[in-house]
């Protein structure tokens, strides 16, 4: 079956601009996960959505980052006035129960 | 401190090896405990949860120490297949999931 999508695979954008990312997840999975990951390093975590709501958005680093997902489905994620501390990979997952997550293949984020 | 610490690696072991990763977590209340596996430029996959009485799929051995707050992953008779980075990840409550840093495997020849 299909699994967790993301679009775009890949990202350039110039310093100051807006992006955003979406995550398509497996249908029927009621929580849906954000993480960034830098290169060679860790899962960070940022947001998570239960439903349409999110109980924790600790993660999230700053002002400039927001998501939202409707339908309890697709998610997306902004990321207003980029910087450069802001290129890496963007991971969504869903998942079915807790601790299952299944990651998408994530989107390279890379800000000039 | 990390709420999960885990080896940092690189661990460099033949094929037909076994090897044992370690990971300790500060939070007592933590509820549940995985391994998720990670190769290169790729997204983690779920390798398999960990309870408390000891699980074990195939070549795969996990262990939990509630008092300890100590896991471990064995791998037996490692495969070049194997060399990915394992993460260690623990649930608090409700669906955070906190992932530890991950042990890179090198499996040689």
């Known amino acids: 079956g299909a699994g967790v999508s993301q679009s775009p695979s890949n990202k350039v954008t110039e310093k100051g601009k807006d992006v955003e990312l979406r995550c398509d997840p497996i249908s029927g999975h009621t929580a849906l996960y954000w993480y960034r990951q830098r290169l060679g390093q860790g899962l960070e975590f940022l947001i998570y959505f239960q439903g349409n709501s999110a109980p924790d958005k600790s993660g999230l680093p700053s002002d400039r980052f927001s998501a939202e997902r409707t339908g309890e489905s697709v998610s997306t994620l902004t990321i207003q006035r980029t910087q450069q501390e802001d290129s890496a990979v963007y991971l969504c997952?869903?998942?079915?129960?807790?601790?299952?997550?299944?990651f998408g293949p994530g989107t390279r984020l890379t800000v000039t | 401190r990390k709420e999960v610490e885990q080896d940092p690696g690189p661990f460099n072991v033949p094929e037909g090896a076994t090897v044992a990763f370690n990971c300790t977590y500060s939070n007592s209340a933590s509820q549940s405990f995985f391994w998720y596996r990670q190769d290169c430029r790729k997204e983690p996959k779920l390798l398999m949860s960990?309870?408390?009485s000891g699980n074990e799929d195939g070549r795969f051995t996990a262990q939990l120490n509630r008092a300890s707050q100590y896991i471990s992953l064995l791998i037996r008779d490692s495969k070049l297949s194997d060399s990915a980075t394992y993460l260690c990840v623990v649930n608090r409550q409700g669906g955070k999931l906190i992932f530890g840093q991950g042990t890179e495997l090198s499996v040689k020849p």
């Open positions: 960990v309870y408390s």
């Open positions: 997952a869903s998942s079915p129960r807790t601790g299952e997550q299944y």
